[in-house]
Each structure stands twice: as structure tokens, then as C-alpha cells.
């Protein structure tokens, strides 16, 4: 059982940064593939970024491709992911997951196993 746990939301100026973070609670963390999903209110949850447990692979959404980085250190068992530029668009709730494997190109919620509560991001205009 992997447990979740996001930090680093807020309330952020268009234009400005925000860094999430993801523990796990366990050491077998370093062999899922983890990912960030967002959800916005009225919406469906969708996909951001995703992370090959050797960081050699990485794959994000058009939508936020060259301004979110998403980085993982294995060693402390944390996932990350550096939000820059940040619009009112993205808006969300911001979920951590983790899929139960070591490979998959997977942008589907519902093939992720392990979920973090979620952490607020809010971007004013």
C-alpha cells in the first residue's frame, strides 16, 4: 500500500510559481511510475504530468508543456512538480498518483492506483 501525501498549494499572481510536492510512505515508491493530475471545479480530472520511476522519461500535457517540470527523488521518496508561469487556467485541485508498475504511458485516472488528498492551487488574474 503506497500512501500519498501533497503539499505546496496556495494562492498565486498570474505570472507566478508554485512548487508541489509528493511523499510516499513507502521505500517501493521508487519503482512506480508517478504522475500529477488536476481537477478543476466542474470538471473531470485530467492529466499533467508523468515520471518513469528512473526519471529518463517524462510526458505532460500540451496545456502545460514548458512551464511545469515534474522531478522525483527516489531517495526521499518525493515527487515534485515546479509550476512556472502559472495562468487562471490552471486553477485545480492538484492530485499526486502513483501506478501500480514501473512502466506505462498512461493518462488515465483510473489506471492509477494510489491517490494524495489533493492540495489546492489558486491563480489570480
Known amino acids: 500500500q503506497v500512501q500519498l501525501v501533497e503539499s505546496g498549494g496556495g494562492l498565486v499572481q498570474a505570472g507566478g510559481s508554485l512548487r508541489l510536492s509528493c511523499a510516499a510512505s513507502?521505500?517501493?515508491?521508487?519503482?512506480?511510475?508517478m504522475a500529477w493530475f488536476r481537477q478543476a471545479p466542474g470538471k473531470e480530472r485530467a492529466f499533467v504530468a508523468r515520471?518513469?520511476?528512473?526519471?529518463?522519461?517524462?510526458y505532460y500535457a500540451e496545456s502545460v508543456k514548458g512551464r511545469f517540470t515534474i522531478s522525483r527523488d527516489n531517495a526521499n521518496n518525493t515527487v515534485y512538480l515546479q509550476m512556472n508561469s502559472l495562468k487562471p487556467e490552471d486553477t485545480a485541485v492538484y492530485y499526486c498518483?502513483?501506478?501500480?508498475?514501473?512502466?506505462?504511458?498512461?493518462?488515465?485516472?483510473?489506471?492509477?492506483?494510489?491517490w494524495g488528498q489533493g492540495t489546492q492551487v489558486t491563480v489570480s488574474s
Open positions: 498518483a502513483a501506478f501500480a508498475g514501473w512502466i506505462t504511458r498512461s493518462t488515465v485516472p483510473n489506471e492509477y492506483t494510489y
Open positions: 515520471i518513469t520511476w528512473s526519471s529518463r522519461s517524462t
Open positions: 513507502v521505500r517501493t515508491f521508487s519503482k512506480n511510475v
